[in-house]
């Protein structure tokens, strides 16, 4: 299973917020790059880098930052989310070394849209759906929709998208622990992966998602979690390596 690192851009800086309230954060790092280096040195297999002020703003405001990351790290596999919301940011990100890209909030505003993108950037295009009760959130968790996690999902995935990245909000930065039975429902619903992520703050967290791995949960992105040290990332990757 693949454990990825989270790395979130707030005003140039790497931050963690708690439940996506951009007013409640806590600063890890002035220099993201520095962030990724000591992921990258610990042994990450992938990074997962989220522009805040991007998915409030509707467009990147982050980009140099990401840039630069994925420029020093040109053999590692980056997905990147926040503000995504054409194919002209597709594109630049892609241009500058990034592997995937993460749609969320157009991808429910604008399904098709989606499809679009899997069309002409295919490989590269996850879909992030942020969810509480079974429902998705948008516009930087700011509103709840109407719409049902696993039929968004089932829809995304009849569209090509590359895999699902999954998160419950209501545990997103509180170390409470990973909603492994929502992440497994919905996995078990669709065929391409799901990527958990919101909560996984103990390598029990991590034990019980590899113990679902062949349900369909491909890996599991980890933010306050390292940053406290509660988890240490190649403690953790020797964990799965040996599951």
Same mark, same amino acid.
């Given at each position: 299973?693949?454990?990825?690192?989270?790395?979130?851009?707030k005003?140039?800086?790497?931050?963690?917020?708690?439940?996506?309230?951009?007013? %409640?954060? $806590?600063?890890?790092?002035?220099?993201?790059?520095?962030?990724?280096?000591?992921?990258?040195?610990?042994?990450?297999?992938?990074?997962?880098?989220?522009?805040?002020?991007?998915?409030?703003?509707?467009?990147?405001? #982050?980009?140099? +930052?990401?840039?630069?990351?994925?420029?020093? &790290?040109?053999?590692?596999?980056?997905? +990147?989310?926040?503000?995504?919301?054409?194919?002209?940011?597709?594109?630049? &990100?892609?241009?500058?070394?990034?592997? &995937?890209?993460?749609?969320? !909030?157009?991808? +429910?505003?604008?399904?098709h849209?989606? #499809? %679009?993108?899997c069309?002409?950037?295919?490989?590269?295009?996850?879909?992030?759906?942020?969810?509480k009760?079974?429902?998705?959130?948008? @516009?930087?968790?700011?509103?709840?929709?109407?719409?049902?996690?696993?039929?968004?999902?089932?829809?995304?995935? %009849?569209?090509?998208?590359?895999?699902?990245? &999954? $998160?419950?909000?209501?545990?997103?930065?509180?170390?409470?622990?990973?909603?492994?039975?929502? $992440?497994?429902?919905?996995? #078990?619903?669709?065929?391409?992966? +799901?990527?958990?992520?919101?909560?996984?703050? !103990?390598? @029990?967290?991590?034990?019980?998602l590899?113990?679902?791995?062949?349900?369909?949960?491909?890996?599991?992105?980890?933010?306050?979690?390292?940053?406290?040290?509660?988890?240490?990332?190649?403690?953790?990757?020797?964990?799965? %390596?040996?599951?």
């Amino acid at each position: 299973m693949l454990l990825i690192p989270a790395i979130d851009l707030k005003d140039g800086k790497c931050v963690r917020l708690r439940q996506g309230r951009m007013e %409640d954060e $806590t600063v890890f790092a002035d220099d993201p790059l520095e962030m990724a280096k000591k992921w990258v040195d610990a042994g990450a297999r992938r990074l997962h880098l989220v522009d805040l002020n991007g998915a409030f703003a509707g467009k990147p405001v #982050n980009a140099e +930052v990401i840039h630069r990351i994925a420029e020093a &790290y040109p053999e590692l596999p980056i997905q +990147v989310g926040g503000g995504i919301r054409d194919e002209d940011t597709v594109q630049a &990100y892609l241009d500058a070394g990034v592997q &995937y890209v993460i749609i969320g !909030t157009k991808a +429910v505003s604008a399904p098709h849209f989606v #499809n %679009d993108l899997c069309l002409e950037f295919p490989g590269h295009i996850i879909v992030g759906l942020d969810a509480k009760d079974g429902k998705v959130a948008i @516009d930087g968790w700011s509103k709840l929709s109407h719409h049902s996690v696993i039929d968004m999902a089932q829809r995304f995935e %009849d569209d090509g998208v590359e895999a699902i990245v &999954y $998160t419950d909000i209501g545990r997103d930065g509180m170390m409470k622990g990973v909603n492994v039975e929502a $992440t497994a429902e919905l996995a #078990n619903a669709i065929s391409i992966p +799901v990527i958990a992520s919101g909560g996984v703050s !103990t390598l @029990d967290d991590i034990r019980a998602l590899a113990a679902r791995e062949d349900e369909g949960i491909m890996g599991a992105i980890i933010g306050r979690a390292l940053y406290e040290g509660s988890i240490d990332l190649a403690e953790a990757n020797r964990l799965v %390596d040996g599951a």
